[in-house]
């Protein structure tokens, strides 16, 4: 541990800050590139993207995948790890209310 360089360790991706970044209001593809790019001069390696309370971008739409692939193509041109959290909000497994829309999908109890 003694002979490690620390900061060598420091100039990748992977040992860099990387924030849970919450997705909270409209995410059109200029403003996802435009905060990454904020995160870079900051020094951040990476961030976990995230759907949270107040987002108007509507979850799953193609808007959203549109606004996702920008997001890892900023991150790939930055050398930026990029991470998905795959659900909207909790808990998970509800895909942001799609999949309990179903009521054959939904918790069942029987006696």
């Known amino acids: 541990m003694a002979d490690m360089d620390f900061k060598q360790l420091g100039s990748s991706a992977e040992y860099r800050s990387a924030p849970f970044w919450a997705w909270n209001g ?3 593809p200029a403003e ?3 905060q990454i790019n904020v995160m870079h001069s900051m020094n951040m390696g990476g961030f976990f993207m995230h759907s949270r309370a107040g987002l108007a971008t509507e979850y799953m739409s193609e808007e ?3 606004a996702i ?3 890892i ?3 790939g041109k930055l050398g930026m790890e990029a991470s998905l959290y ?3 909000r909790w808990p998970s497994g509800a895909g ?3 999949v309990t829309a179903d009521r054959r999908y939904r918790i069942r109890c029987n006696h």
């Open 26 to 28: 409209k995410m059109d």
């Open 73 to 75: 193509d900023e991150a």
């Open 32 to 34: 996802v590139r435009r």
């Open 64 to 66: 959203w995948f549109k």
């Open 96 to 98: 942001g209310g799609m």
């Open 86 to 88: 795959d659900e909207d």
């Open 69 to 71: 692939r920008a997001g």
